[in-house]
């Protein structure tokens, strides 16, 4: 499999988030392709010493967004981008997270400057998909 997952059980994210978020990461920077199978849930369950039930989770959360598709008796697999929000919930979806990181963010004290250093730190860490839509409001 072209992409590892892990997980920290001492973590206040959920498993079966950390989970989707290592897939979209993996897809996002290019470790996983489309038509790339992913571990079936037993395999990666064993593999992360979790409940099936998790990662049974965590696929079908990306399953309802598209990401994945499974086939049956083949496998999980890494399905073409499909647009499933309209702009203006995708932003709206963004405004709500973005509130709660900044709020995060001066709970713990990071100044603006150290944010934006952060952000601009992770975001050069992603591959930009060609022909997406990038304007902002």
Same mark, same amino acid.
């Given at each position: 499999?072209?992409?590892a997952?892990?997980?920290?059980? /001492?973590?206040?994210?959920?498993? $079966?988030?950390?989970?989707?978020?290592?897939?979209r990461?993996? !897809?996002?920077?290019? &470790?996983?392709?489309?038509?790339d199978?992913l571990?079936? !849930? &037993?395999?990666?369950?064993?593999?992360? !010493?979790?409940?099936?039930?998790? !990662?049974?989770?965590? $696929? /079908?959360?990306?399953m309802?967004?598209?990401?994945?598709?499974?086939?049956? @008796? &083949? @496998?999980v697999?890494?399905?073409?981008?499909?647009?499933?929000y309209s702009?203006?919930? /995708?932003?709206?979806?963004?405004?709500?997270?973005?509130?709660a990181?900044i709020?995060?963010?001066?709970?713990?004290? =990071?100044?603006?400057?150290?944010?934006?250093?952060? =952000?601009?730190?992770?975001?050069?860490?992603?591959?930009?998909?060609?022909? /997406?839509?990038?304007?902002?409001?």
């Amino acid at each position: 499999m072209p992409a590892a997952f892990h997980i920290s059980t /001492g973590s206040n994210t959920p498993i $079966y988030q950390q989970i989707t978020e290592q897939v979209r990461l993996a !897809v996002t920077t290019g &470790r996983l392709q489309v038509g790339d199978q992913l571990p079936s !849930v &037993r395999a990666l369950a064993e593999e992360l !010493v979790v409940n099936p039930n998790t !990662v049974a989770r965590a $696929y /079908g959360e990306l399953m309802r967004e598209g990401l994945l598709e499974s086939r049956a @008796g &083949r @496998g999980v697999f890494i399905t073409p981008k499909r647009k499933i929000y309209s702009r203006a919930e /995708g932003w709206r979806r963004l405004e709500s997270l973005l509130h709660a990181l900044i709020g995060e963010a001066m709970i713990l004290d =990071f100044t603006p400057e150290e944010l934006r250093e952060a =952000f601009e730190d992770k975001l050069s860490q992603w591959k930009h998909s060609k022909g /997406g839509d990038h304007d902002h409001k």
